[in-house]
């Protein structure tokens, strides 16, 4: 019943208060569910997730119509022949005739035959409905994933990694028994029970409606029923998402509750909710096992009326044995889709949270991209100028608050202050990552809110202390920058930034496969790789953000070379702490919460005795 990805991920902790009793444990475990596992019916969320199915709809649609009514037809026609059989065959009025075993044996073949044709339709039907339900899924899940990978840094910021993820995997999924079974499902089901109303009626109108008095009385309890044990069912589903989300994190982070002997503390954690999801699947699995019988006695209850109200009508000539047996089947043919309809309902509610979900997301509209008269930024020599430029990430708290900078063409900028001083921010703002709040960022003249995103990304490279290795070989990840690099080009640049010596070191080469953020490889030489993927794009622009923070001296030396390489000719923003990153930068900006405090280059500020001799002191005294 369990799922790998975590429909629950966030987990709060209160502050941990230690030796608390067993009852008082549960105030320590604060847990935060936001994401509602049901939501009310919605026609017009349903409609929009049907009309998924309308680019198939012609094609297959048709296919499914035919086989849904040659198999209810085929159905239905069986209790009818039994009556027949019973009523003609076996036992006829002596005033119509004698029982004949050959009518009996052609009864028999017909309703052979019906079976046979019933099972190949159900077999097109789900064949035709699979294809439907997958095709659907698909478009889903692409146009979700096409449409977060637009989505803007700030949608990202609002919203950890796991419910972007539980979206894309957990609430696409849920969908796909609406879309293979459900919706189908729900037509037949419909038909089937509509027709069996008028077939009972048909027969005997007041056994009939006896009968169908009792439906919505099953109904009821078969949906309300349903829907208890579902919830539990999905109780433990989310406990034991709880715990591989704990797993999750104990895993990666095992190094530092080790380093602070923290085991004792995690296995408490850790045990708080192993018990209460065996107390979850304990409940729901009771609840599960009474659910069957209470059915059956509900379904006896409903034939103890038939065959009383049936025998009635017998004695008094009203009814054929033929007859009732015919009716006890229609009877017993009307639980199914009953049943079925019961378990729609339940797919329906939790269809309407997850699609309420996607289409939140799919919704959303990614605040930067470029307006609908924007141009193509030409071909750019690298000019850049802020003006007054202001910017909060929330309202009302700004994180740069007027700056001014005139860079011309391949000039070197180094950003240096105190951590939250708005280095990250500024270099943000030059890809425009987020839009300004206030003031004017041109390069070249241009104002980037006026040209493509993407012709401004183009030309622009980036290099961040992070470097993100994506999965696959080391030459897939230097050809991120450029795609159509040919290998020798690729080689070209990993010599060029000396990251080629250590990469045909490598088992296989250019061909290592690296893992999901290059765990393999040591920090300088994934700081190497990304220098390489920059210089592959051969942007105007380059920005590196802490480029050099964490290697050693002797890497750095080799990062040194390749950055001189790498900078060469191009407009390029450096935001490091490292002295020898950027005492040759031509011209160095101190800022100081969020306001350019002190610039000019490394011999003037040094000879000011402000704030950047300050930083600069403060390393050396620190080495
Ligand atoms: N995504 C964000 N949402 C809200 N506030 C943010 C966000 N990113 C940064 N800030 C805030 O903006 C301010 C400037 O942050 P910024 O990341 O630019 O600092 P920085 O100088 O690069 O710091 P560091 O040297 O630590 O990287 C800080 O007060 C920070 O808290």
Same mark, same amino acid.
């Given at each position: ?23 008082? /444990? ?40 035919? /086989? ?454 040591? /920090? ?100």
């Amino acid at each position: 019943m369990s799922t790998n990805v975590n429909t629950e991920p966030r987990h709060r902790r209160t502050s941990s208060g230690d030796n608390k009793p067993e009852g008082q /444990m549960n105030e320590r475990f604060v847990y935060k569910d936001d994401d509602a596992i049901e939501k009310p019916f919605n026609w017009k969320q349903l409609t929009r997730l049907i009309s998924y199915m309308r680019p198939y709809a012609k094609q297959i649609l048709p296919l499914i119509a035919l /086989m849904m009514i040659i198999g209810t037809a085929t159905k239905l026609a069986v209790p009818f022949l039994t009556s027949m059989a019973i009523d003609k065959a076996i036992d006829p009025d002596p005033s119509v005739g004698t029982p004949s075993l050959t009518m009996l044996y052609q009864i028999t073949i017909i309703v052979l035959v019906l079976y046979i044709i019933q099972w190949i339709t159900g077999i097109f039907r789900i064949k035709y409905t699979n294809i439907i339900g997958q095709r659907v899924i698909y478009d889903l899940r692409a146009d979700l994933f096409r449409h977060i990978q637009r989505l803007s840094f700030n949608f990202f910021d609002k919203r950890p990694a796991g419910s972007v993820l539980v979206r894309v995997t957990n609430d696409v999924n849920s969908l796909q028994d609406l879309f293979t079974n459900g919706v189908v499902n729900l037509i037949i089901d419909c038909v089937q029970l509509f027709g069996i109303v008028i077939i009972l009626l048909l027969i005997n109108w007041k056994l009939g409606l006896a009968v169908i008095v009792t439906v919505p009385i099953m109904f009821f309890i078969s949906t309300k029923l349903r829907i208890r044990i579902r919830r539990a069912w999905q109780e433990v589903r989310t406990k034991n998402s709880r715990i591989n989300s704990h797993l999750n994190e104990s895993i990666q982070g095992i190094r530092v509750t080790q380093a602070y002997t923290q085991e004792e503390e995690n296995m408490k954690f850790f045990d708080h909710m192993n018990k209460d999801s065996k107390k979850s699947w304990d409940k729901a699995s009771a609840m599960n096992q009474g659910f069957g019988p209470l059915i059956e006695i509900t379904g006896g209850f409903g034939s103890l009326i038939l065959f009383w109200l049936g025998a009635t009508l017998i004695q008094q000539g009203q009814l054929t044995i033929g007859l009732l047996v015919a009716f006890a089947q229609y009877v017993g043919n009307f639980w199914e889709p009953i049943n079925r309809l019961g378990q729609m309902y339940n797919q329906l509610l939790v269809a309407m949270a997850s699609s309420e979900r996607i289409f939140e997301f799919i919704d959303e509209d990614p605040n930067i991209k470029s307006k609908p008269n924007a141009t193509k930024l030409p071909q750019i020599k690298g000019d850049i100028k802020l003006e007054n430029v202001v910017f909060e990430y929330e309202k009302g708290r700004q994180a740069l608050k007027g700056i001014n900078l005139d860079v011309k063409a391949g000039q070197s900028i180094a950003l240096v202050g105190h951590t939250g001083s708005g280095k990250s921010t500024i270099i943000n703002l030059l890809s425009r990552f987020y839009d300004i709040s206030d003031g004017k960022l041109t390069i070249d003249g241009y104002d980037i809110r006026d040209v493509e995103v993407e012709s401004l990304r183009h030309q622009i490279g980036i290099v961040l202390q992070d470097t993100f290795i994506f999965s696959g070989t080391i030459r897939d990840n230097i050809r991120f920058g450029r795609l159509d690099a040919t290998n020798e080009e690729i080689e070209e640049v990993a010599k060029a930034v000396g990251a080629h010596e250590f990469i045909v070191q490598m088992p296989n080469g250019y061909d290592t496969e690296v893992e999901e953020r290059g765990n393999m490889l040591s /920090m300088g030489q994934r700081q190497l790789l990304s220098f390489a993927r920059a210089l592959l794009a051969d942007p105007r622009i380059l920005i590196l953000d802490e480029a050099t923070a964490s290697i050693d001296t002797e890497t750095e030396l080799k990062i040194q070379e390749a950055l001189k390489l790498l900078l060469k000719g191009r407009t390029s923003f450096i935001v490091a702490h490292r002295l020898s990153t950027i005492r040759h930068a031509d011209h160095i900006v101190v800022l100081d919460h969020g306001r350019i405090i002190e610039e000019g280059n490394h011999q003037a500020l040094m000879k000011e005795k402000g704030t950047y001799y300050g930083l600069i002191e403060a390393q050396y005294r620190f080495l």
